[in-house]
């Protein structure tokens, strides 16, 4: 489950925001959508009975710290190239988990809702003007 909401946190942030790791860490607000995703997971995970320690978002988040500044993730290449992106497992499955659990996951929906366009490899850019 540890790696599963890093790799939550990081597939989201990367993907949704589409930068590398240091921006993410650096600027204040995307650290906390970095966090707000991990902590959602976090909370799937215990809902479902895995034990996770209280400062385990602390400590991914430090890990994340540690890691190079110009890593992304998977999702994000898969975004990048057009292929079919691991969506549905990731940030789509914390939020289908946590509505069937009751559990509040409001930035894992949003992020799954703003990449499900590209979820299965859609990458057509469509003009403003619809052409």
Same mark, same amino acid.
């Given at each position: ?18 930068q ?11 650290r ?11 909370a ?14 602390a ?15 998977? #999702?994000?290449h898969?975004?990048? %190239?057009g ?8 940030? $789509?499955? &914390?939020a /289908?988990? +946590?509505e ?6 409001? #930035?894992n929906?949003a992020?799954? %809702? ?9 990458? $057509?850019? &469509?003009? /403003?003007? +619809?052409?």
């Amino acid at each position: 489950m540890g790696k599963f909401v890093f790799l939550v946190g990081l597939s989201a942030t990367t993907s949704a925001i589409r930068q590398t790791t240091r921006p993410i860490r650096e600027n204040p607000a995307a650290r906390a959508l970095l966090l707000d995703i991990m902590n959602e997971a976090v909370a799937v995970g215990r809902a479902k009975g895995v034990p996770l320690a209280l400062d385990f978002t602390a400590d991914r988040l430090a890990f994340c710290d540690t890691l190079p500044v110009s890593m992304t993730s998977s #999702m994000y290449h898969d975004l990048d %190239r057009g292929k079919q992106m691991e969506l549905p497992w990731l940030s $789509g499955g &914390v939020a /289908a988990f +946590g509505e069937e659990l009751g559990i509040p996951t409001p #930035m894992n929906r949003a992020v799954a %809702r703003i990449l499900s366009i590209y979820a299965s490899g859609n990458t $057509g850019a &469509v003009s /403003a003007s +619809g052409s």
